[in-house]
Every structure is written in structure tokens, then in C-alpha cells.
């Protein structure tokens, strides 16, 4: 099975020559993006939906639940960073960590009522929770910025002491840094995936009755699935506002979470970079389509409904199926 | 599996279609090549999807006439002028991702936009951090040329203190002073109802209102507490699509017969979409077609009309057209694209009138870069003898000045980059 390797048990060689290919094209996107007519601020923000698919594919692909308000923790995570450097303190790192953890925490806390649903139940009380949020930022006019957004806000430069990373005026720099932090958080998603919690999870995916007659205790791996997955999509949160220097309520919006599943099933959600392919496509189209046409989103929905018939298993499940892994 | 099957001989149709479909969308005409020599880039971002795209789109079509017009008459500094036009889709990220994409990597030498107010804001954000020149046409929310106001940013359309400010006059002296708010909840709606308030309490008046979310689509309960409070006048300030349908269902509930109506804002683009019941009240114009006094106004109407399918232009056509045209002026002033020489030139220009197209005199001034135009105060009715797009009668022309007030008074605090 294609999850075996993606999930870091006895990687074969076709694994390494993945990992060693996406991470060749990553860290080279500066060279060869601007050759293909795209711009470095493209780059970065594939990489945060690709983080954010990612977070939410280890719920949806390894653990089989559907959440459909994963924007809430998404715009959690941005409101959480840019109020913190807007307030508190124009610090990159501790914008991250507070955005993180406002998400993060949001999330587990809303875990707790919503483990023991099950499919739509399941998916609708997300939408609702994520439209609770969305309604927050929305009104509250003076502390959010409302509907317009949350402005005021620039990322700082970080300072190591020693020196100092402008990632505050560099685009190259900035989307290093964005790498760097996307790296440390899929690697550790694949060491929890990898982890003997990760093969519960996959358990409970292929059959939550027969796990639980195992002795597994189903909710409770469930809670901290969606709890560890929010605290990732939060981390991707921050980025999109640290890349943006801006925050606003659609990024809280049930059309996010719509995003995000759509970038997940279009990448293929049983696999590990799925949704990394899903961003560079989603976004790719929606960047490049919409300059040429007001129509875009008509290319955006065939492109999906295409890949839900024809490729169930999304482009990546396709690509790894086709070449019999 | 077996699906699989039966889905191939459908899935070669299908694709081909899509593709068919795909080659018509590519091949209609989006940027505006004009020929020889390193053109002029600029690039418009506007909502041309979503719940405002119908003013959008107007701006989008004045903006491709006049760079063609511009470009046969030796476009800019010599220079031909590329348009770069963009869709934000009413999402803030997506505003701000195509401002970088157009100042990155298009490598624009100005940007103009956006119709929506907060996106307008977020590429302010981006514009003045990259020192490019911006230019709003369209967003209205104060503190663009208020409290946040910058540098390299000038606004074409007026501020909502603007449009209360000359509206209120008109409503009290010929209604009275008890007035009813609907409001959408949102940084315009906001500031516009505050300055409604602002101005009406001066004149002694009470009001009461309601706060609704911006795409509101039902208004029964509102207008049926409004009904209740008994105004003399009721003020619609919601916007776009909201705006059509609180019209609509005023009409409906026969409420048009107990009191006034009125508002700062109800464009052309929206006064057409509504039944002719509901083509009524006393609102503002920014700019209106017929001005039979004014100079060049014909003749600007007369030439972009067979461009914008035979229909008079709107205030968002003269919006577009002005931007374009500051924009150039500010560059012939300044003798170069340098976004901190062509900012000092415009601030203060006085717009020669084949520009303004109105009455006075106008100028971004110097001390907020917001356009000092004339504010036609007025009543919409169904379409008139003059066709389909008489639907406006103006009855007052307030100076832009007297509206807005004094530049100091807005909060704006310029600070040039060194």
C-alpha cells in the first residue's frame, strides 16, 4: 500500500527518490520560478495552503473523518499572529507561537464536543463552529478590524542575536523561512504518522468498530488527531498572515474550509504529499486562469469535478498507482 | 471499477468540450497590447467576480477604453500604456496576491483598485511598502485618505463623510429630522452611518437603525421595526446586490407610500437591476451623464457610450477614466514613472475640465490625496424622456470642499519616504 511508504515504515528507494525530488524542486523555487513567469509571493503561498491541506489530511486521509470548518483554526492561526504583533510585540516568532496556540487550543477544546459524532454530524458541527469564529472576527469591529480586516500589522525581521534575517523586506528570504517552517511541520507529521499513535489512526480509518473491539480507546485518538491537525493548520494560519501582513474573516470562512478539502481531494488524500500537489494546482489555476478570464472559477470546479471522477484517489494517488507502488 | 468503463467514451467528450470551452475564454481580449517602445504598465484590480462585480466591471470597461483612447493620442510620457487588468474576487488575500504578482512579477509602474473598500485598504499595505504609485478609484472608506491614509495613494471616488455630508441638508430641509438607518456592518457602513449621525444630530434630528450583515438578503424584520419607529425618512446604506433587495422588499410592504427614502450611495449599475417601483429616493451621484452645462461632458459620453454597449457611462466609468488620466498628468508633471516625484505632482493638480467633467474646479489635494469632486445631490425616478439611463434628476451640486471639510480634519498625517 502507498501508505506504507509515505508513512516512513521501511521507505523504499522510489520514496527517497520522491522526497529527494520534491525537496530539490522546493529549495530551488527561487532559480526557476521567475523562469516560468511566476513570482516568489506564489511560492509562499503555496506552501501554507499546502501546510494546511496537509494538517487537515492527517484527520480526513489517516484518521477518515471530514471536517469541514478546518478554516477556523486556519484564520485562528492568522488572527492570532497578526494581533500579536499588531499589540503585543513586533516579534516574528512569538507571533507564530501565539497563533499557533490560539488555533491549536481552540481546537482541542472544541474536540472535546465533537468526537463522538460521526460522517455528517461530524462535518456539519465543524461548519458550524468554523461560522462561529467567522462571525466573531466579523463583529467585532475594534478589536479585529471587521469585515475589513486585520490591518496595521508588518512581520518582523528575526533576530538570532548574532544577526539579523530580514525576512520582513526580502521575498527570497521570507519564503526560506516559510520553507523552513513548513519542513519541521510535515516532518513531524510524518513522525506521528509513522508513530504507533499513527497506525491507530489508520485502524480506526479501515474500521473504527473492529479498532475499538481491539481495545483502542477510538474518541479519545480521534480528539488528539483533530487536536494535533489544528495545531498545524493554525501554524499554516500564521504564515498566511505573516505573507500577507494581513488578516481577514473570509480567511475564517466556510469557502476556506471548502479550499482546503478541495486542495486535499484534488492532491489525493491517502497520500502523504497529496495536498502539496493539490496547492500547486489550486493555486497555480486560480493565479494564473483568473488573469486570463472572469470565468475562472468555472476552470477550478471542472478541474476538481475531473479529478473526483476520474481520479478518485487525487492526481497523486493517480501518479503512485500508475507506476505500481 | 466497472464505472470506470462506462465513463471513458463520456470522459473524451467531456474533455474536449472543456477544452473547446477553455480556447473561446482564452482568446477574447484581456490586455490591452499597444505597439513599439517599453510600454507603460499599469495594473487594475477590481472585483470582477463576486457581489460587486456589476460596478467592477464598469470600471474595468472605462479603463480599456481609455487606454485606448490615451494610446492613440501617444499614450504616456510617449510611452504606450499596457493595462494589467486582475480579478480580486472580493477576497482581501487574493487583492493582495495579485498586487504582488503584478509588482513582482509584471513589474507594474502603477496600480489602480479595488472597488471593495477593505481590499482597496490591503493594497494600500502592499503599494506603499513596494513604493508604487496607487491610485483608489472606487472604494469609499474614510481612512484611505483618513487616519491611514499614504503617500503614494490618491482616491478618485468620495469619502462616505463626503456623501452624508451633502445628502443630509437636502433630506432634513425637505423631509424632516426622525430618520431610520439600515446599515450593512462593515468598516463603510460604519463610518457612513456615523457621519449621518454626525450630521443630522447637528440639525437637532433623532434616529434609530439597524446593523446587518453585509450580504443580507431579508429584510422583513428590519423594515417592519423600521415601520414601527414611524421615520420621516429611511436611509438604505447597504451596498451592491444587499441594496437591490432591500429596495425590492421596502416596495413590497407599500412602505414607500409612509415615508422618504434616501441614502448616500445608490449607483446607476444598481438602479437599473431594481423593478421601477423601487427607482426612487433622494440619494448622491458621484458624477451623473447629463450635464448639459458642463463642457466635454457630451463628448466624453458620446465617444465611450458605442464602447460600453450603446448605455450612457456611470460614475464608475468616470471613476476609471479620471484615475488613468491623473495618472498621466501626474507623470507628464513630474517628467517621469518615480512613484514619490508623480505623488508630489499630483497632489494639489488641478484637473483640466475634458478630465474633471464637472463644474468646478477639482484636485486631489495635497493635504489627505483625495479628489475634491463635485457631489450631485438628486432624486432617482424610472427611466425619463432622455432613454433607459435617465434616471437621475439633479437638484442640488454641492462642492466637494464644503463636504468634506477640512484636510486637517480627517486624521491624515502624510509622511513622505526619505
Not at chain 2, 476609471?320 to 498621466?328: F, T
Not at chain 2, 474633471?356 to 432617482?380: C, E, N, T, W
Amino acid at each position: 500500500m502507498s501508505t506504507a511508504m509515505t508513512t516512513g515504515r521501511a521507505p523504499g528507494t522510489r520514496a527517497y527518490l520522491q522526497l529527494g525530488i520534491i525537496w530539490a524542486l522546493l529549495l530551488t523555487v527561487p532559480a526557476w520560478l521567475p523562469m516560468l513567469g511566476g513570482y516568489t509571493a506564489i511560492a509562499g503561498r503555496v506552501l501554507v495552503f499546502a501546510l494546511a491541506a496537509m494538517s487537515f489530511n492527517m484527520l480526513l486521509g489517516f484518521t477518515g473523518v471530514m471536517s469541514f470548518g478546518h478554516a477556523a483554526y486556519f484564520g485562528l492561526g492568522a488572527y492570532g499572529a497578526g494581533l500579536t504583533l499588531k499589540y503585543v510585540a513586533a516579534s516574528t516568532p512569538l507571533a507564530i507561537l501565539a497563533g499557533t496556540l490560539l488555533g491549536g487550543i481552540a481546537g482541542t477544546l472544541f474536540g472535546l464536543l465533537l468526537v463522538r459524532r460521526r460522517g455528517v454530524y461530524f462535518a456539519m458541527v465543524t461548519i458550524a463552529f468554523g461560522q462561529v469564529c467567522f462571525y466573531i472576527a466579523y463583529k467585532w469591529d475594534s478589536f479585529t478590524g471587521g469585515y475589513d480586516g486585520l490591518r496595521g500589522f508588518l512581520r518582523a525581521p528575526i533576530d538570532l542575536g548574532f544577526t539579523k534575517i530580514d525576512i520582513a523586506g526580502n521575498e527570497t528570504l521570507f519564503y526560506f523561512f516559510v520553507l523552513l517552517v513548513f519542513g519541521l511541520a510535515v516532518g513531524l507529521q510524518a513522525l506521528i504518522l509513522a508513530s504507533p499513535f499513527g497506525r491507530t489512526l489508520l485502524a480506526i480509518r479501515e474500521n473504527e468498530r473492529r479498532a475499538r473491539f481491539l481495545g483502542l480507546p477510538v474518541e479519545r485518538h480521534i480528539w488528539l488527531s483533530f487536536s494535533i491537525s489544528c495545531f498545524f493548520t493554525a501554524l499554516a494560519g500564521t504564515l498566511y498572515a505573516l505573507l500577507n501582513n494581513f488578516a481577514d474573516p473570509l480567511g475564517l470562512n466556510y469557502v476556506m474550509s471548502g479550499n482546503i478539502v478541495m486542495i486535499t481531494v484534488m492532491g489525493g488524500m491517502r497520500t502523504f504529499w497529496g495536498p502539496l500537489v493539490g496547492a500547486v494546482l489550486f493555486v497555480m489555476l486560480q493565479d494564473y486562469v483568473s488573469s486570463m478570464t472572469t470565468n475562472w472559477m468555472f476552470f477550478v470546479g471542472t478541474v476538481f469535478v475531473a479529478v473526483v471522477l476520474f481520479f478518485p484517489r487525487g492526481l497523486m494517488g493517480m501518479l503512485q498507482k500508475r507506476s505500481g507502488a | 471499477m466497472t464505472d470506470r468503463i462506462r465513463l471513458t467514451t463520456r470522459r473524451r467528450t467531456f474533455l474536449a468540450a472543456t477544452a473547446a470551452v477553455g480556447g473561446l475564454q482564452l482568446s477574447s481580449p484581456f490586455i490591452i497590447k499597444a505597439r513599439g517602445e517599453t510600454p507603460v504598465k499599469i495594473g487594475f484590480i477590481d472585483p470582477i467576480t463576486g457581489s460587486l462585480s456589476a460596478l467592477a466591471v464598469s470600471e474595468v470597461e472605462s479603463a480599456k477604453w481609455t487606454v485606448a483612447q490615451m494610446n492613440k493620442k501617444g499614450g504616456i510620457l510617449g510611452r504606450p500604456v499596457e493595462l494589467l487588468i486582475e480579478d480580486s474576487a472580493n477576497d482581501t488575500g487574493t487583492g493582495v496576491q495579485k498586487a504582488h504578482k503584478l509588482i513582482e512579477r509584471d513589474k507594474v509602474d502603477m496600480i489602480m483598485g479595488d472597488v471593495n473598500s477593505g481590499i482597496a485598504y490591503a493594497i494600500m499595505g502592499v503599494t506603499s511598502d513596494k513604493k508604487v504609485f496607487h491610485i483608489v478609484p472606487g472604494g469609499h472608506t474614510d481612512p484611505i485618505t483618513g487616519k491611514d491614509c499614504k503617500w503614494n495613494t490618491f482616491r478618485t471616488c468620495n469619502t462616505t463623510a463626503m456623501d452624508a455630508a451633502a445628502v443630509t441638508g437636502e433630506l432634513v430641509k425637505r423631509f424632516g429630522k426622525k430618520w431610520f438607518f439600515i446599515t450593512p456592518d462593515y468598516a463603510y457602513g460604519q463610518t457612513l452611518q456615523a457621519n449621518f449621525v454626525k450630521n443630522l444630530t447637528a440639525l437637532g434630528g433623532t434616529w434609530q437603525g439597524d446593523m446587518l450583515p453585509i450580504a443580507n438578503t431579508d429584510f422583513s424584520a428590519t423594515l417592519i421595526k423600521a415601520k414601527a419607529f414611524k421615520p420621516d425618512v429611511l436611509l438604505n446604506n447597504m451596498g451592491g446586490a444587499a441594496q437591490i433587495n432591500c429596495m425590492k422588499q421596502f416596495v413590497q410592504f407599500g412602505m414607500n407610500k409612509e415615508m422618504a427614502l434616501g441614502g448616500a450611495l445608490f449607483e446607476i449599475e444598481s438602479i437599473r437591476s431594481v423593478p421601477k417601483e423601487a427607482q426612487t429616493g433622494w440619494w448622491t451621484m458621484e458624477w451623473y451623464w447629463n450635464q448639459p452645462n458642463v463642457p466635454h461632458v457630451k463628448e466624453f459620453v458620446d465617444a465611450i457610450s458605442p464602447a460600453i454597449g450603446g448605455r450612457k457611462p456611470t460614475a464608475r466609468h468616470w471613476m476609471a477614466y479620471v484615475s488613468l488620466h491623473a495618472a498621466r498628468l501626474a507623470a507628464e508633471k513630474a517628467k517621469s514613472l518615480d512613484a514619490v516625484k508623480m505623488a508630489h505632482a499630483l497632489a494639489g493638480l488641478e484637473l483640466p475640465p475634458e478630465v474633471a467633467l464637472m463644474p468646478g474646479k477639482i484636485q486631489y489635494r495635497a493635504g489627505d490625496h483625495q479628489l475634491m469632486s463635485d457631489i450631485f445631490v438628486g432624486q432617482v425616478h424610472p427611466p425619463g424622456p432622455g432613454g433607459p439611463d435617465d434616471l437621475f434628476t439633479i437638484e442640488a451640486t454641492v462642492p466637494g470642499e464644503k463636504a468634506a471639510g477640512p484636510a486637517e480634519a480627517t486624521g491624515c498625517k502624510i509622511s513622505w519616504p526619505s
